[in-house]
C-alpha cells in the first residue's frame, strides 16, 4: 500500500521533477491521512485511482472520498467502454477518483496458473516479467 509510507509525499514530488506526473493505485484506506495528498492532485502532479477489494466496503469509501474531496462531489458509474473506474467521483475543483472493482479473483493469473499450470509458463503475459500474480507455490 503506497500510502503507507511515511515519505509518499517526498517519492510525488521527486517523482514529478522527472515525469511531471505520478499516479498511484491505492485501497484507500489511508486516502484521508496523507497531508499534502489533495494539493498534489490540484495541482496536477499526481493521479490517484483506489482498487477496491471488498464491493461491501464500497459505502465506507464512498464516504472517505466525499471527506477527502472539495465541495460538491459528484457519483458516477461510467460505461465500461469508457475505460474509467467501475465508479467514479469528481469534485468541485475537476478532481477524479476512479474506483475499479477488483473482487473477481476467479478470473485472476494466480488462478488460471493453478488451472492450466502445464502451459502457464509458454500462455502468461506477465508469467515472463516474473511478476508476483504469476507465483509458483
Known sequence: EPLLN???MKWVNGLNEIWHSVQ????GTRLNSVPGL???MLDKKLWLGISLH??????WMEQEIRRFLSGNVVRRDP???E???DVVFR?????EINIWFQNQFQNNRLAAFFQYKQNYDTNCTVGTKKNYLCMRC
Open 6 to 8: 511515511p515519505s509518499i
Open 24 to 27: 498511484i493505485q491505492t485501497n
Open 83 to 85: 475505460g474509467m473506474g
Open 79 to 81: 460505461d465500461p467502454a
Open 54 to 59: 471488498n464491493v461491501a466496503e464500497l459505502p
Open 38 to 40: 489533495y494539493q498534489a
Open 91 to 95: 469534485d468541485s475543483n475537476g478532481i
